[in-house]
C-alpha cells in the first residue's frame, strides 16, 4: 500500500468527520436529521463530481483517494442515516419514508448532478490542444 495514499484517505476522512461533525452542530438546535440529509446529499454530489472530473481528466490515485474514500467517507454517514430512519418512523411511518425518498433520490439526483458538472469541468479546464471540439 502507497503511504501517500493512506495520509491523503487518513486526512481527507478526518477533515470530512470533522466537517460533519461541525455542520451537525449548526443543527443541534432543531430537527437533528437535517444534517445527516445535508451531509450525505452534499456527500453524494461531491463524489459525484469527483468520478466525472476523473472521467474527462487524469488524477493522481493519492488525490481520488483522499476526496472520495477519505473525505466523502468519513463526511457522509449511513448508519446515523439508518438510526434516523428509525427515530423518525417511530414518530410518523410518513415522516420516516419521506425521509427516505428525501436521501436516496435526493443522493441519486447529487450525484448525477456532481457527474455532470464534473466531466464538464475536466473537460473545460483540458489544455486546448487536448480538448476535443
Request: hydrophobic content about 50%; some cysteine; aromatic content about 10%.
Amino acid at each position: 500500500m502507497n503511504s501517500k495514499v493512506l495520509i491523503g484517505v487518513g486526512t481527507g476522512g478526518a477533515v470530512g468527520a470533522l466537517l460533519r461533525y461541525m455542520i451537525s452542530n449548526m443543527f443541534m438546535e432543531s430537527v437533528m436529521f437535517y444534517s445527516t440529509l445535508l451531509v450525505n446529499l452534499l456527500g453524494s454530489l461531491i463524489l459525484g463530481g469527483l468520478t466525472g472530473f476523473v472521467l474527462a481528466r487524469q488524477m493522481q490515485e493519492w488525490l481520488k483517494a483522499s476526496i472520495g474514500v477519505g473525505f466523502c467517507g468519513g463526511f457522509t454517514t449511513m448508519s446515523t442515516f439508518a438510526l434516523d430512519v428509525v427515530a423518525l418512523t417511530q414518530q410518523t411511518v410518513i415522516l420516516g419514508m419521506i425521509y427516505v425518498v428525501l436521501s436516496i433520490f435526493g443522493g441519486i439526483a447529487c450525484a448525477l448532478m456532481g457527474l455532470i458538472l464534473g466531466e464538464w469541468i475536466g473537460h473545460n479546464r483540458a489544455p486546448k490542444d487536448a480538448r476535443t471540439e
